[in-house]
């Protein structure tokens, strides 16, 4: 009995030095190691932020009696998802609200063939561009074509365009570093829907529709009452990028860009927007 006593008693003696040596804390990973832990595991979820309206880019769809979002912007978003090994849900909003909508943690990241500009930047980061659009086009009724061969000829005409897109800075000139070439005179017709903006040239309510050149050439192949103005060139307003919430919270912008490299690599861009414009006769007003 005297030797069980005197082994227990050794044993709390031991037990008693390793605590004071410790702090009294248990042995074992630190807090903040679990939470770095933690913040280095891919997303389970990703929610992707865009406006579809934009065929080829991004644009609804009827699948199977479904209502599907669908596009060349979309299926970046897609890979992007897949390559963290996240399940992607995506949101359809104004392309106005696109940044502050995220800033508010209603999306992790977006893609609307939004180009880079120093506005941008400032409340958002982005990635490197991943496709070199068509420059900005001039849409007008084909009745009306003769009428417009310089950009001159537009002064004192309704031209729309999207609301917070570059297309807006070259109908109301208000930044010249960003569209240094651009309209003087007009009266701009700003919509927040591209789709609503053909709406207007086709029913009359304005004379023009600027819009990125890709999308331009979808709604002339739907439309035969419209045409682009081809004398008119209006040059290049940036190239279209990947932007997450500013300071990258969620440190997505390195896989991202590998993503984009790899695309970029393998040449599946192309593929991507030939897919993109065989879905865009299907796309929903």
């Known amino acids: 009995m005297k030797k069980i006593l005197s082994l227990a008693l050794g044993c709390m003696m031991s037990l008693s030095l390793l605590t004071a040596c410790t702090g009294g804390e248990e042995v074992g990973p630190s807090p903040s190691a679990n939470q770095d832990a933690e913040q280095n595991e891919a997303p389970k979820k990703l929610v992707f932020g865009t406006s579809a309206d934009y065929p080829p880019y991004e644009f609804h769809i009827l699948e199977n009696g479904e209502d599907k979002i669908v596009g060349f912007d979309v299926a970046l978003a897609h890979k992007i998802a897949e390559d963290m090994g996240a399940e992607l849900e995506i949101v359809d909003m104004s392309f106005d609200n696109l940044l502050t909508m995220m800033a508010q943690g209603k999306c992790d990241f977006v893609i609307a063939d939004m180009e880079s500009t120093p506005d941008r930047e400032k409340a958002a980061d982005s990635s490197d561009p991943y496709y070199e659009d068509l420059p900005p086009m001039v849409l007008v009724k084909k009745a009306n074509l003769d009428q417009y061969k310089t950009i001159e000829d537009f002064s004192g005409k309704k031209v729309g365009a999207q609301t917070g897109t570059n297309k807006a800075l070259i109908v109301t000139g208000e930044d010249e570093e960003t569209a240094p070439i651009h309209m003087t005179g007009t009266t701009p017709v700003l919509l927040a829907n591209a789709g609503d903006l053909i709406n207007q040239l086709v029913y009359d309510k304005c004379d023009a529709v600027v819009l990125d050149g890709a999308v331009a050439m979808k709604y002339v192949e739907s439309n035969p009452d419209l045409a682009v103005v081809e004398d008119v060139e209006l040059g290049s307003v940036g190239?279209?990028?990947?932007?997450?919430?500013?300071?990258?919270?969620?440190?997505?912008?390195?896989?991202?860009?590998?993503?984009?490299?790899?695309?970029?690599?393998?040449?599946?861009?192309?593929?991507?927007?030939?897919?993109?414009?065989?879905?865009?006769?299907?796309?929903?007003g």
């Open 239 to 284: 190239l279209p990028c990947v932007w997450v919430a500013e300071g990258d919270p969620k440190a997505l912008l390195d896989s991202i860009n590998q993503t984009i490299a790899d695309l970029k690599a393998n040449d599946t861009f192309k593929t991507y927007m030939e897919e993109a414009d065989a879905l865009s006769s299907q796309a929903m």
